[in-house]
């Protein structure tokens, strides 16, 4: 790569970003921002299991997981293909004075070596820190027990392994409007409102669930049909959650935190197309203690929706940066920047009140881009 030729011959610190869900290239870009401001400057490094040009054209540095196999060096002697992608990252990060890994989608397998990466004199931002406190997270039903443990207001929901079980909490619970999701999950994969007679005047018209499918909408028996007859289902059990359908304003809140501490934080919410970004205290005091509870640590992602009642509730963390923390950057706070200047040395660490100074609200539009592959 044009990097290469010019980066390593210097004994630079340097941070590593894994494989991520949909912000890595994003977060990439932003560090090599970053770099361009910082004395000493520090090298960057991506990897991915498969070949995304798209992504690595923002690193100094690119290998491929978890084969071990560097994309610009197939005969580098220290890859060996039956590596865990965690030993392999780790080697070549030594190799490479890396001073921080965020390790994006698989923070699991990475942080049930903490212990080694921390003897490297490495920064490992997993999430959290611990195995059970990031399986906590993923699994939606303990999460909300965790959150009730601590008095963090969350969206209820009951947990369904069975159409029995399924059947036994609809006569129950629905006298209220209701939504179903898989225990664990990404993207709103699986997640469903169920639409009752009970809950309206009028009939409801299937077929325009079927056509207007953004809407995530499913009549209830058709939903309880489809999954007690699902081959799917029948080979490989989905653990569910039904939950009341909460209908007020949904945020989503990128955050930077330290070992339970929030050091920088953005919230917005998304009317139409327009993404609201700012910093709404009244979500804010529900993430703040959340944060605490799971003792989170690196950039992560919290989502939150408020009640009839105007009360916010937590829907769920993930452990990691969520696709649009690029938008974070037009409020004049980019957490990417923020986080990696700190971890890497180059800034004292944040302040929440001196970071909440700095964010001026704005409007974003996404829009799609393409990049020739």
Wanted: hydrophobic letters at 35%.
């Amino acid at each position: 790569m044009d990097h290469q030729d010019n980066e390593y011959q210097y004994n630079l610190s340097a941070a590593w970003l894994a494989e991520g869900q949909s912000s890595q290239r994003d977060m990439l870009a932003s560090l090599q921002t970053l770099k361009t401001r910082s004395n000493p400057p520090f090298n960057i490094i991506a990897s991915h299991r498969h070949n995304r040009p798209e992504i690595f054209e923002f690193a100094d540095l690119i290998y491929q997981e978890p084969t071990g196999v560097p994309i610009d060096d197939d005969k580098d002697s220290a890859s060996k293909p039956d590596m865990p992608r965690w030993q392999f990252v780790l080697e070549h990060a030594k190799q490479h004075n890396v001073k921080v890994i965020l390790t994006g989608r698989n923070g699991i397998e990475y942080e049930a070596h903490r212990d080694t990466f921390s003897t490297a004199g490495i920064r490992l931002l997993t999430g959290a820190t611990s195995v059970a406190a990031l399986a906590s997270i993923d699994d939606k039903f303990a999460f909300m027990q965790h959150c009730h443990m601590h008095d963090i207001p969350v969206a209820e929901a009951w947990r369904f392994d069975n159409t029995t079980e399924l059947e036994a909490l609809l006569a129950k619970h629905d006298h209220q409007p209701l939504c179903v999701k898989p225990v664990t999950g990404i993207f709103a994969q699986g997640f469903w409102r169920l639409d009752t007679a009970k809950q309206s005047d009028k009939a409801y018209d299937s077929f325009e669930h079927l056509y207007f499918t953004d809407s995530k909408k499913i009549n209830t028996e058709q939903f309880v049909s489809a999954y007690a007859n699902s081959q799917m289902v029948h080979e490989r059990p989905i653990p569910m959650l039904l939950m009341p359908y909460l209908s007020g304003q949904e945020y989503s809140i990128d955050v930077v935190c330290e070992y339970g501490e929030v050091l920088a934080a953005i919230t917005r919410h998304k009317t139409g197309q327009i993404q609201h970004i700012g910093y709404e205290q009244s979500v804010m005091d529900v993430v703040i203690p959340l944060i605490r509870a799971f003792n989170c640590d690196g950039i992560v992602s919290v989502q939150t929706k408020a009640d009839d009642k105007g009360q916010h509730r937590v829907l769920e963390i993930n452990s990691r940066p969520s696709g649009g923390i690029s938008y974070t950057a037009h409020s004049g706070v980019d957490l990417t920047q923020v986080g990696f200047a700190y971890w890497l040395g180059l800034t004292d660490k944040p302040r929440l009140e001196e970071m909440v100074q700095k964010i001026t609200p704005c409007q974003v539009r996404p829009f799609t881009t393409s990049v020739k592959v």
